[in-house]
């Protein structure tokens, strides 16, 4: 393998989960507090959204790991488009 792919495999990047988005009036963010609960649109099962570098590479399932969230990949794009 060259050097410089080497180097490039070592590379770190963000690895980011997005678990829903949703639209608030800035009267109801001004109102969060301690406690308040948001309920998403988006329902426990349904897949995640698992990006790098803010790009969508895949997809997966919510998991619990010990105490800790993770992520179960159900499903990962093609390489050329995740490049």
Do not use: C, H, W
């Not at 080497?6 to 990047?13: D, G, P, Y």
């Amino acid at each position: 393998m060259p050097a410089d792919l080497k180097s490039i495999l070592q590379l770190e990047v963000p690895v980011i989960v997005d678990i829903a988005q949703r639209d608030m009036p800035v009267k109801e963010v001004l109102n969060l507090a301690p406690g308040a609960i948001l309920e998403l649109p988006k329902g426990a099962d349904d897949d995640l959204e698992v990006m790098v570098n803010n790009k969508p590479i895949g997809a997966g399932r919510a998991v619990k790991v010990g105490e800790n969230f993770g992520v179960r990949v159900t499903y990962v794009g093609d390489l050329e488009e995740r490049i």
